[in-house]
């Protein structure tokens, strides 16, 4: 005799797979990832332009993950993600195989807590805080305070080129702490009043606008601003680039596509960097 079985456990049955489609009209698109890596300078902004693209493509996914610049080219050249970020232009070795796309421009810049009373270095002085020849805030005509020296890790293009400029070797450096991405390094100044340390003016302009106790140097008496870097009279300044293979497969160019195009300008702006120009 054949057992029946009854009709509510049927229809509980097929219930969620009910729900399921009606929730997803469509579902029987398939859903692309693209995936971005790199700087985590760039990514903040990426991940915003990346929200805006996956509402203009609903098919698409934007997988953006930090890791440093040096991350981003190497993931680009091997592979692993569509696309790099990096917050520098490509060596001339990596051009060989590589293209780098700039969608917006930024500068580099020395941050002390609100409260700290030295509002400028010079070159000298940077060297000398960074190579432990000055360690105390009062030689600078600042506080009877150590200075904690805050530097970056390795891989970081603002390391790179915070080094490059100042004509120094990372293992010259003595560092009291070494932090990886802007972020860390700006709530480790903001929770320490004696601590110094160099970040992108985009995004310790946007962390300060918003209130964190924090403050850019000028350096030899030029304010590290948006202003000064987009008039090419602040030294440390660079272009915030996405890189891809020479020949960059279509998603990876329909995304650069748009994140280099007027749609996207304004969220350059609000991440106070520098936009390209119209």
């Not at 300078?41 to 693209?53: E, Y």
């Not at 060297?127 to 105390?136: A, E, H, L, M, Q």
């Amino acid at each position: 005799m054949t057992k029946r079985i009854p009709v509510l456990l049927v229809l509980l049955a097929i219930l969620p797979a009910l729900i399921g489609c009606q929730e997803s009209p469509a579902a029987n698109q398939p859903i692309h990832k693209l995936i971005i890596t790199g700087s985590s300078t760039v990514a903040p902004l990426i991940a915003d332009i990346g929200k805006r693209f996956e509402a203009q493509h609903p098919d698409i996914r934007v997988d953006v993950q930090t890791g440093g610049s040096s991350r981003g080219v190497a993931d680009a050249r091997s592979g692993i993600a569509h696309i790099g970020m990096a917050s520098r232009a490509l060596h001339p070795q990596e051009t060989i195989d590589l293209l780098a796309t700039t969608i917006a421009q930024d500068g580099i810049g020395l941050i002390v807590h609100a409260d700290n009373p030295v509002a400028n270095l010079t070159t000298q002085q940077v060297i000398d805080i960074y190579t432990g020849k000055v360690t105390n805030w009062q030689s600078l005509g600042g506080m009877n305070a150590p200075i904690v020296v805050v530097n970056k890790a390795e891989g970081r293009a603002t390391l790179e080129i915070f080094l490059h400029h100042f004509h120094l070797a990372n293992s010259a450096i003595k560092a009291d702490v070494v932090i990886g991405d802007n972020e860390h390094g700006i709530k480790t100044v903001a929770g320490n009043p004696q601590a110094i340390a160099y970040v992108s003016i985009g995004t310790a302009t946007y962390d300060a606008t918003a209130g964190v106790p924090i403050k850019l140097l000028q350096l030899n008496s030029i304010p590290a601003s948006l202003a000064t870097v987009q008039n090419g009279t602040f030294p440390l300044s660079r272009p915030l680039t996405l890189v891809t293979t020479k020949h960059p497969r279509p998603l990876a160019q329909t995304f650069m596509t748009f994140a280099t195009s007027p749609h996207v300008q304004n969220l350059v702006i609000q991440h106070s960097f520098i936009p390209l120009p119209s």
